[in-house]
Nanobody, 116 residues
């Protein structure tokens, strides 16, 4: 089992920055793909960014060029640096980790609110 604990959400003005963290504990040896998703009120959960075991990154939708995903395997932690935030970035952000290509784990979510 893997437990994920997220932190770093909050309220920020448009144009500001936030950094989210997600720390994993438990059976972390086989974790490979790390991702961040978000879910805005009334909308489906969507993939925001992904980083592979080798460090290859992918970004999806409107976050390209503004968000940066990174990982620190020594700390079993994945980060999401969010710059130039917009009101439409307001959502609950979830980290996701896949272990052994089979098991999938989710964090509890952290609220990000961007005011205009």
């Amino acid at each position: 089992q893997v437990q994920l604990v997220e932190s770093g959400g909050g309220l920020v003005q448009a144009g500001g920055s936030l950094t989210l963290s997600c720390a994993a504990s438990g059976d972390t040896n086989r974790i490979n793909v790390l991702s961040w998703y978000r879910q805005a009120p009334g909308k489906l959960r969507e993939l925001v960014a992904r980083i592979s075991a080798g460090g290859a990154t992918s970004y999806f939708g409107s976050v390209k060029g503004r968000f940066t995903i990174s990982r620190d395997d020594a700390k079993n932690t994945v980060y999401l640096q969010m710059n130039s935030l917009k009101p439409e970035d307001t959502a609950v952000y979830y980290c996701n980790m896949v272990a052994g290509g089979i098991y999938e784990y989710w964090g509890q979510g952290t609220q990000v609110t961007v005011s205009s």
